[in-house]
């Protein structure tokens, strides 16, 4: 069964940090590529990241990388987005996907985590 599940998001103060997780079926995580994404209240979704299957580094959309950064662990089948700094502009719900970052095409998705960054 395919399955993303996205988690760690919530209430946090501006200039705090979170660690949200993806957690993927072992299909999905062996041969597929994860991408993170978020969407805000009122705006477009916005690519973050795509890490690719295998031991590849990952990919930044360049306007996000320097707070964001992104880990994998093979033994959990989960791919960890880290963000740093966290800004009210951050507020958004954050998405995983399957698929291939070279033609950004994403097969399946996660339901989503909220995060919200305010004081």
């Known amino acids: 069964q395919v399955q993303l599940v996205e988690s760690g998001g919530g209430l946090v103060q501006p200039g705090g940090s979170l660690r949200l997780s993806c957690a993927a079926s072992?299909?999905?995580?062996?041969?597929?590529?994860i991408g993170w994404f978020r969407q805000g209240p009122g705006k477009e979704r916005e690519g973050i990241s795509c890490t690719p299957s295998g031991d590849r580094p990952t990919y930044y959309a360049g306007a996000l990388k320097g707070r964001f950064s992104v880990t994998r662990d093979s033994a959990k089948n989960t791919v960890y987005l880290h963000i740093n700094n966290l800004k009210p502009e951050d507020t958004a719900t954050y998405h995983c996907?399957?698929?291939?970052?070279?033609?950004?095409?994403?097969?399946?998705w996660g339901q989503g985590t909220q995060v919200t960054v305010s004081s």
């Open positions: 072992g299909s999905i995580f062996r041969f597929s590529d």
């Open positions: 996907a399957a698929g291939n970052c070279a033609t950004e095409i994403y097969d399946f």
